[in-house]
């Protein structure tokens, strides 16, 4: 990668210096600039071809898929390439599986090898409380009621020391058997408990320790639980991604959950360009006041839309990401009319109202009480304290973070009811995440069946 700020002979002799080691140079792609450049430009650097003119990402990219270069190495520098740019081909190179090293960095693609052995759609999110989770069960519900029976690979920072498997569609773990998992030492509000407890399918939990900047994680169990998933009579695999952490293995097909609130340069800059690369389809959520602004959505929504879409290896333009918009709301597993509740959950304070008003006017409850402070133990704890103040019988909570060992320790302690309650994506203005979903299993279904004959 070189640029025309750099005078000719200068670049000429960094890459004849490259060349002199054990690197061949098979190629120079001009990113921009012009200043020191004759009038016609250049068409090589003494031996090494240059490629110019258009877009230097659409440049880069089709000089991977024609040279099949083992690094990209880059000579440029600001003004040309400014931070974003700069991260925009890096997320391309590391798409290709190609190393992209800087005179002071080095970005290496995260593995991701092909574990199942059947159609596999990913579920990954920018960071956490996005509602990954809540996005992967209702991809897990979706396909299951379609006929296509789904096994759930979850991580998680609390994941089991061993692949885990919880069969969600024979059993019916109750608030006494996870808090027995709790006082066991165990994460009992782990994704896959989740998973299974929510979309009442087969799910595997898996652990992970650590994150990078393009979502590669170096310490997990989750290749072993794929194994282990493979051995699991289903049509379709789940890969849940972890915070902004994805999972280790290929997937056919990818869908990225993007909270509306998220700032600009999460999606375009940083390696938030690597993410939507990987994307097949988008799903906004929070797509509602507080978190999004009519405007806010829409200019979320445009950005991903516009995001560079680089070619197929087999040659042709790669589909346009497909984006929808939805908003989260509660939906207890069991019913709760005529309750009064106290609702735990992770979502902020801004939501209170809304959530209060939906579990009111569409499941009949009374709500006296909320926590948002399910994702801090010590303010929960203290919330936790008025729990039978105000009249409540029931609590109506998420499997989340300190649910089971701080929330429904005290309900139970109090002789209270507790039941769970999942958080359902509603698509906006005529948005439907349930076509997309079933969509993206056949397309799965599709590239799979493709890639193995």
């Not at 509602?131 to 690979?153: C, E, F, S």
């Not at 020391?161 to 996870?178: A, C, F, K």
């Not at 939805?326 to 902020?348: D, K």
Request: glycine share 10%; hydrophobic share 40%.
């Amino acid at each position: 990668m070189v640029d025309g700020e750099h005078y000719p002979p200068v670049v000429a002799s960094a890459l004849t210096e490259l060349a002199s080691g054990a690197d061949e140079v098979l190629a120079a792609v001009l990113v921009g600039g012009r200043e020191k450049l004759p009038a016609g430009g250049v068409g090589a650097y003494g031996d090494v071809p240059v490629r110019s003119g258009g877009d230097p990402r659409a440049l880069l990219d089709t000089a991977i898929l024609e040279l099949d270069p083992d690094e990209i190495i880059d000579l440029s520098d600001e003004p040309v390439l400014d931070y974003r740019r700069r991260h925009e081909l890096i997320s391309i190179a590391l798409y290709r599986g190609v190393p992209y090293r800087g005179m002071d960095f080095r970005f290496t693609p995260p593995p991701r090898p092909r574990l199942s052995e059947r159609p596999s759609l990913a579920i990954i999110g920018t960071g956490k409380r996005t509602g990954k989770t809540a996005v992967a069960g209702y991809a897990a519900r979706t396909l299951n009621a379609a006929g296509i029976n789904p096994v759930v690979v979850a991580m998680g920072r609390g994941g089991p020391d061993e692949p885990e498997v919880l069969h969600g569609d024979e059993i019916d773990l109750t608030p006494t058997d996870l808090l027995a998992l709790a006082d066991q030492g165990r994460h009992a509000a782990s994704d896959y408990i989740e998973d299974a407890m929510l979309a009442r399918v087969p799910t595997v939990g898996c652990r992970r320790c650590g994150g990078g900047l393009a979502g590669g994680i170096g310490i997990s169990n989750v290749p072993r639980g794929i194994e282990v998933a493979n051995t699991i009579p289903a049509d379709l695999t789940i890969l849940e991604g972890s915070g902004a952490s994805i999972p280790p293995a290929h997937a056919d097909v990818t869908g990225l959950v993007v909270p509306a609130s998220i700032p600009e340069e999460y999606l375009a800059g940083y390696l938030g360009p690597y993410r939507m690369l990987l994307a097949d389809f988008v799903v906004v959520s929070m797509c509602e006041y507080p978190f999004g602004t009519p405007s806010q959505i829409s200019q979320v929504a445009r950005r991903i839309q516009e995001s560079f879409r680089p070619a197929r290896r087999s040659g042709g333009s790669r589909e346009a990401i497909r984006v929808v918009r939805t908003v989260f709301r509660p939906a207890p597993t069991l019913p709760v009319q005529g309750m009064a509740v106290f609702v735990a959950t992770t979502a902020p304070e801004a939501a209170g109202e809304s959530i209060s008003r939906h579990l009111e006017e569409e499941h009949g409850c009374k709500v006296v009480g909320i926590s948002h402070s399910l994702s801090d133990r010590e303010r929960l704890e203290a919330d936790i304290q008025t729990i039978g103040k105000g009249g409540a019988d029931t609590l109506l909570c998420e499997i989340k973070a300190a649910a089971i060992d701080v929330a429904t320790r005290r309900a139970l302690d109090l002789g209270m009811e507790v039941i769970y309650m999942d958080n359902v994506p509603v698509g906006i203005d005529g948005d439907d995440p349930e076509s997309v979903i079933t969509w993206a299993a056949e397309l799965a279904r599709e590239r799979y069946e493709k890639e193995e004959g």
